[in-house]
């Protein structure tokens, strides 16, 4: 059974603070994604990562920053946390490749709240 | 953009009531399509997907058939349970941005007994 896990799962800060978000996933999968979800906007995707020390830019990355340090790890940096960035986080991982549109396992969320 | 478009923000059904949750979508490519689900407190499950033209995906009676002329990917489920109460998305998969997923904004559904 593939499997994601973040942590933490909760997490309150105030404006100006920094807040790392962490995913490790043990499938030996190659693509990683951090997305936040929004009611009225679904899940939208922030960074993604093809390997370790592979970051790529999502949909909305501003206020994001990404590091992928092994296969199995992948951190979500908020350096400067706003209230904008209030949101429940989720992190996946796929075995995508070529013609391959593998379907991604979605971790168990975090919830974050900026102050 | 690549964007995908869920009409229905809610659906009310009863036990046994069939259900049709719509899905259209708008990419510059040949994208693959997929429903996931979304049960409270986890994250989105993958239920289905389907690569190309006419393809239709199944699982757990549900089913979705691809559709490029109409561009859209439908739900059907022909009886639901009241343990099909969640919340259900339609998404895309870019295969030139990494197979990210661009979601719909979900169909809550909730099934009376």
């Known amino acids: 059974e593939a499997a994601v896990t973040q942590s933490p799962r909760n997490k309150v800060t105030v404006t100006g603070g920094n807040v790392t978000l962490s995913c490790r996933q043990t499938?030996?999968?190659?693509?990683m994604y951090w997305y936040r979800q929004d009611t009225g906007h679904g899940l939208r995707l922030i960074h993604y990562?093809?390997?370790?020390?592979?970051?790529q830019i999502g949909d909305v990355p501003d206020g994001y920053k990404a590091t992928r340090t092994t296969q199995e790890d992948f951190f979500l940096l908020l350096e400067l946390a706003s209230p904008s960035q209030t949101s429940l986080y989720f992190c996946?991982?796929?075995?995508?490749?070529?013609?391959?549109?593998?379907?991604?396992?979605f971790g168990p969320g975090t919830r974050l709240t900026v102050l | 953009g690549d964007s995908v478009t869920q009409t229905e923000g809610q659906v009310a059904l009863s036990e046994e009531d069939f259900l049709t949750i719509h899905c259209n979508y708008s990419?510059?490519?040949?994208?693959?399509l997929f429903w996931y689900v979304q049960y409270p407190g986890e994250g989105p499950q993958f239920l289905f997907r389907?690569?190309?033209?006419?393809e239709k995906g199944s699982s757990r009676g549900f089913e979705a058939t691809y559709n490029k002329e109409a561009t859209s990917f439908h739900l059907q489920k022909a009886s639901v349970q009241e343990s099909d109460s969640a919340v259900y998305y339609c998404?895309?998969?870019?295969?030139?941005?990494?197979?990210?997923?661009?979601f719909g904004t979900g169909t809550s559904l909730l099934v009376d007994p």
């Open positions: 990562s093809y390997g370790a020390g592979n970051l």
């Open positions: 389907a690569s190309r033209d006419k």
């Open positions: 990419a510059s490519g040949y994208p693959a």
């Open positions: 996946a991982s796929s075995d995508a490749g070529g013609d391959n549109y593998a379907e991604q396992f």
């Open positions: 998404a895309l998969s870019d295969r030139d941005m990494g197979y990210k997923l661009t």
């Open positions: 499938n030996s999968h190659n693509y």
